[in-house]
């Protein structure tokens, strides 16, 4: 075995300890709940009721972890009945699920935690292969320290959530479509059908491939003077048969025991809102015809998730609480959020790219040719980065995950060309700003979420940027749990941004509160005459100060702790 090739396991193997003992002592955050829940509905009950507004695949790991943690069927299977009544019901039967069905609550989470892994050690391993055939042994290894080491993709590649499933889905059918293109072979075409199914199985976000993939046959044809039609239909071929071959028949398999018509009712409710009938009544219609029930059923979360898009989010951002952040919210959120040293290795990569950029149509069209592979990706960021910047669903740099890849493998490429990589000081500056990338990754350790560079005031002053998944998303709540038992505090009063079960980790000292229930000091003493502790999560806690200003009385306390940048605690008294 190559001496690159056992580094670059070493990386990997490295990466995933730390991203998952990171998280062996967080609480489920906001969108693992439901997750989870959903991931027991289709491994054990063959339904898929519950989560349509996210493809199975990620669920469906969690729910074969949670097979392996002792789960008691029987309870669960009841709470199953009794949620699946009313239409997805999926944030109270995973609340359900983990924490009143018997069994250990933080185990389960574990159990169903640890498969997901394998999306982030399957991206790093096609970064690493992908890199290395573009360039060399060298920009290969670079690309996959900046991936493995990168403190908001380990904060999430540790959840069961789709962020770092789209990323590696992206990878994985572009690597192959673009290997394709290159060798059209059957075989080729069929690994092209079979990864592009994978990926659409991985986040809705990978569906913006089928035309991507278009694109990509035209440039071909183009770069390379071949018939554009005769690419073009084989390339509607892959996206056919990935549905046929692939996400059909997947599907399925999550519907045996979810009947036609309880399928077509959740349907119509779930699209009741829906401002596009020519769309929504197709979907509600398929959903009972049992040959299209599967795509009905993948239809229906693609049309749930535009809806959400359409809708915004309400958010807080740069001082003010509002329904989307903007154009500029990614990039500044972007940023705020990447090592200083990365984005100084970005900056000179794009700088040194562009000083050697000279455009004729000839020379564009053999460039093209000749780094095909390239500027696929290229074309990617920006495709991507033009949709997140017209976004409106602005709630974490996680939606910006897809470009993470590509961004990495251009920027490694870039640098470790040996026209550059001859000079020894670029040597040594590239070395020192690997190790400060390093050292910012392991100085934040476990709190990776929290990540936010040196610009921001680092992870402590991330809140006063952005709230929401980008720092706060209910994963301290055992970290909290533990500060109140280790400090033998007999009472708390808690507002939290979470779904987990706040009595199952803090115990009998929790006491429930929520925005606007206590406006004043006075009015917290009238409940707590004797003094007392008061924990509020970062989202609670900005958005409220710049919009209802409930707890703008605590600006002028100081906290006694912060639980992982993401909790505030203060003590009150007279």
Same mark, same amino acid.
């Given at each position: 075995?190559?001496?690159?090739?056992?580094?670059?396991?070493?990386?990997?193997?490295?990466?995933?300890?730390?991203?998952?003992?990171?998280?062996?002592?967080?609480?489920?955050?906001?969108?693992?709940?439901?997750?989870?829940?959903?991931?027991?509905?289709?491994?054990?009950?063959?339904?898929?009721?519950?989560?349509?507004?996210?493809?199975?695949?990620?669920?469906?790991?969690?729910?074969?972890?949670?097979?392996?943690?002792?789960?008691?069927?029987?309870?669960?299977?009841?709470?199953?009945?009794?949620?699946?009544?009313?239409?997805?019901?999926?944030?109270?039967?995973?609340?359900?699920?983990?924490?009143?069905?018997?069994?250990?609550?933080?185990?389960?989470?574990?159990?169903?935690?640890?498969?997901?892994?394998?999306?982030?050690?399957?991206?790093?391993?096609?970064?690493?292969?992908?890199?290395?055939?573009?360039?060399? +042994?060298?920009?290969? *290894? &670079?690309?996959? @320290?900046?991936?493995?080491?990168?403190?908001?993709?380990? =904060? /999430?590649?540790?959840? %069961?959530?789709?962020?770092?499933?789209?990323?590696?889905?992206?990878?994985?059918?572009?690597?192959?479509?673009?290997?394709?293109?290159?060798?059209?072979?059957?075989?080729?075409?069929?690994?092209?059908?079979?990864?592009?199914?994978?990926?659409?199985?991985?986040?809705? +976000?990978?569906?913006? *491939? &089928?035309?991507? @993939?278009?694109?990509?046959?035209?440039?071909?044809?183009? =770069? /390379?003077?071949?018939? %554009?039609?005769?690419?073009?239909?084989?390339?509607?071929?892959?996206?056919?048969?990935?549905?046929?071959?692939?996400?059909?028949?997947?599907?399925?398999?999550?519907?045996?025991?979810?009947?036609?018509?309880?399928?077509?009712?959740?349907?119509?409710?779930?699209?009741? +809102?829906?401002?596009?009938?020519?769309?929504?009544?197709?979907?509600?219609?398929?959903?009972?015809?049992?040959?299209?029930?599967?795509?009905?059923?993948?239809?229906?979360?693609?049309?749930?998730?535009?809806?959400?898009?359409?809708?915004?989010?309400?958010?807080?951002?740069?001082?003010?609480?509002?329904?989307?952040?903007?154009?500029?919210?990614?990039?500044?959120?972007?940023?705020?959020?990447?090592?200083?040293?990365?984005?100084?290795?970005?900056?000179?990569?794009?700088?040194?790219?562009?000083?050697?950029?000279?455009?004729?149509?000839?020379?564009?069209?053999?460039?093209?040719?000749?780094?095909?592979?390239?500027?696929?990706?290229?074309?990617?960021?920006?495709?991507?980065?033009?949709?997140?910047?017209?976004?409106?669903?602005?709630?974490?740099?996680?939606?910006?995950?897809?470009?993470?890849?590509?961004?990495?493998?251009?920027?490694?490429?870039?640098?470790?060309?040996?026209?550059?990589?001859?000079?020894?000081?670029?040597?040594?500056?590239?070395?020192?700003?690997?190790?400060?990338?390093?050292?910012?990754?392991?100085?934040?350790?476990?709190?990776?979420?929290?990540?936010?560079?040196?610009?921001?005031?680092?992870?402590?002053?991330?809140?006063?940027?952005?709230?929401?998944?980008?720092?706060?998303?209910?994963?301290?709540?055992?970290?909290?749990?533990?500060?109140?038992?280790?400090?033998?505090?007999?009472?708390?009063?808690?507002?939290?941004?979470?779904?987990?079960?706040?009595?199952?980790?803090?115990?009998?000292?929790?006491?429930?509160?929520?925005?606007?229930?206590?406006?004043?000091?006075?009015?917290?003493?009238?409940?707590?005459?004797?003094?007392?502790?008061?924990?509020?999560?970062?989202?609670?806690?900005?958005?409220?100060?710049?919009?209802?200003?409930?707890?703008?009385?605590?600006?002028?306390?100081?906290?006694?702790?912060?639980?992982?940048?993401?909790?505030?605690?203060?003590?009150?008294?007279?």
């Amino acid at each position: 075995m190559k001496r690159e090739t056992l580094y670059a396991i070493a990386i990997v193997a490295a990466a995933s300890i730390i991203a998952l003992a990171s998280a062996w002592h967080d609480s489920p955050i906001v969108d693992e709940i439901p997750h989870i829940g959903a991931g027991y509905g289709y491994v054990f009950e063959q339904s898929y009721q519950f989560n349509p507004e996210h493809p199975p695949l990620v669920k469906d790991l969690a729910g074969l972890g949670l097979r392996l943690a002792g789960l008691n069927t029987a309870a669960a299977h009841q709470a199953f009945l009794t949620h699946s009544a009313t239409t997805n019901d999926q944030w109270n039967f995973g609340r359900q699920l983990l924490y009143s069905t018997g069994g250990n609550a933080i185990r389960f989470v574990h159990a169903a935690k640890l498969p997901v892994i394998i999306f982030f050690i399957l991206s790093g391993i096609i970064i690493f292969i992908w890199t290395r055939r573009l360039y060399n +042994s060298r920009a290969a *290894l &670079l690309a996959l @320290f900046l991936f493995c080491f990168s403190p908001t993709v380990v =904060a /999430h590649a540790r959840l %069961v959530t789709t962020d770092v499933a789209a990323l590696f889905g992206i990878l994985l059918a572009t690597y192959f479509f673009t290997r394709y293109l290159h060798h059209q072979s059957i075989k080729n075409l069929w690994l092209a059908t079979i990864t592009l199914g994978v990926a659409l199985l991985c986040k809705f +976000s990978t569906f913006i *491939l &089928l035309p991507f @993939f278009v694109v990509l046959a035209i440039s071909w044809a183009f =770069a /390379h003077r071949h018939a %554009v039609m005769s690419l073009l239909w084989r390339t509607i071929l892959i996206i056919v048969l990935a549905f046929v071959v692939i996400v059909g028949p997947y599907y399925q398999l999550h519907l045996i025991h979810y009947p036609a018509a309880r399928q077509r009712a959740d349907a119509i409710v779930s699209l009741e +809102s829906y401002g596009n009938k020519t769309l929504a009544n197709p979907v509600i219609y398929a959903a009972g015809v049992p040959i299209l029930r599967p795509f009905a059923q993948y239809g229906l979360g693609l049309l749930m998730v535009n809806q959400r898009i359409g809708g915004g989010n309400r958010i807080y951002f740069l001082g003010r609480v509002v329904n989307e952040g903007g154009p500029l919210y990614f990039p500044i959120v972007y940023g705020l959020k990447e090592p200083i040293p990365f984005l100084i290795l970005l900056l000179v990569a794009v700088i040194t790219s562009l000083s050697r950029l000279r455009f004729s149509l000839k020379k564009f069209r053999d460039w093209l040719a000749n780094n095909f592979s390239q500027a696929a990706m290229l074309l990617w960021l920006a495709i991507y980065w033009t949709i997140g910047i017209r976004s409106t669903v602005d709630i974490g740099i996680r939606y910006m995950m897809p470009v993470y890849g590509f961004t990495f493998i251009l920027v490694a490429g870039q640098l470790a060309q040996p026209r550059f990589w001859h000079k020894k000081y670029f040597k040594i500056v590239v070395g020192i700003l690997l190790a400060w990338y390093l050292a910012e990754f392991i100085s934040v350790y476990p709190y990776y979420l929290t990540y936010f560079n040196e610009l921001a005031g680092g992870p402590a002053g991330g809140h006063n940027y952005v709230a929401d998944s980008n720092l706060d998303w209910g994963h301290d709540l055992y970290h909290l749990g533990d500060w109140v038992k280790q400090n033998n505090i007999q009472k708390i009063s808690l507002d939290y941004f979470g779904w987990a079960d706040q009595q199952y980790y803090i115990g009998p000292a929790f006491t429930w509160i929520v925005g606007g229930q206590y406006t004043s000091r006075e009015s917290f003493l009238r409940d707590n005459p004797q003094g007392g502790y008061i924990a509020v999560s970062a989202t609670y806690y900005q958005s409220s100060i710049y919009s209802d200003g409930s707890y703008s009385w605590l600006k002028n306390i100081h906290p006694v702790t912060v639980i992982g940048h993401s909790i505030f605690v203060w003590y009150i008294t007279h």
